[in-house]
């Protein structure tokens, strides 16, 4: 019972202090007037680089505070094992990429969309997308997978806690939406949440089918940011109802209870 105190503590703290962060980030960003940027020479650039690590950073520091250094290393061990089945490293990878398929299928045939001349065109040079897809998703996946999902599925379920998961990790990008330049400046904060909430409880899925690690939704964001910065294709909004359907589908393969009953990740 202690454990689960001390955890459940790390997860309360982890929350006050990656929203306290951000939102501590975007004010001083507001304060002296500097522009988003993700190009890491601009002074944008450096607030990015410690906007992206913030989630994983507070996991950590969270975790120090109520469960020392014996906590950080059941942590790191459980969220970084590597050994289960290689089919989930595929269906991390492939799963972003068959969604993105089927909504640009739907979007040509039902709207008359026209393909691209260019589907390969990349916001950032090689060096630097890679950087950026591998710091993005270990910035974060430490702190909302890592340390919140499995506390949430224990005292929510495995679908209640993916859900809380997806609401707490979308709103943790709220200040985005009002930096101009940011990729969510000036979209729908409900369809967000939406789309984040469909991510997380299949993330949720593909992290319980490997035993708790966080390396299959790592890959899974780097998958998804790898298409948001170097594919162009017809989109529609068809492509939030594929991403509904593909959670429903997931949520077939969570782990018994879904709701409210004790769950041990």
Known sequence: ????????????????????????????GKWFAIPFSMDPRAPGGLFYLVGAALPSSCAI????????????????QRSLAWRFSPFWY???????????????????????ASAPQHWFVPAF?????LFFLVYNGLGEEIGWRGLALPVLQRHLGALGGN?????????????????????????????????L???????GMLV???GGSILVAILFHESANFIAFT??????????LVWLLAAVLAIWFLPRPYFRQSYQA
């Not at 040079?125 to 997308?129: H, Q, R």
């Not at 594919?231 to 939030?240: A, D, E, N, Q, T």
């Open 125 to 129: 040079g090689p060096g630097f997308l």
């Open 90 to 112: 595929l269906a991390a990878v492939l799963i972003p990429f068959a969604v993105t398929g089927i909504n640009a299928m739907m979007a040509m045939l039902f709207l008359g």
């Open 61 to 76: 520091v969270a975790v120090l505070v109520f469960e020392r250094r014996e906590g950080l290393r059941r942590l790191m």
């Open 208 to 210: 319980n089918k490997s």
């Open 197 to 203: 909430t469909c991510w997380s409880i299949i993330i």
């Open 1 to 28: 019972m202690e454990d689960e105190t001390r955890r459940t503590s790390s997860f309360m703290l982890f929350v006050l202090l990656a929203y306290g962060a951000i939102w501590g980030l975007f004010g001083i």
């Open 231 to 240: 594919l162009r294709y017809p989109s529609s909004h068809y492509g939030y």
């Open 163 to 195: 859900i809380a998961v997806g609401v707490i990790w979308a709103l943790w990008h709220l200040p985005l939406f009002w930096l101009k330049g940011s990729y969510q400046y000036g979209d729908s904060i409900l369809l967000f949440v939406l789309l």
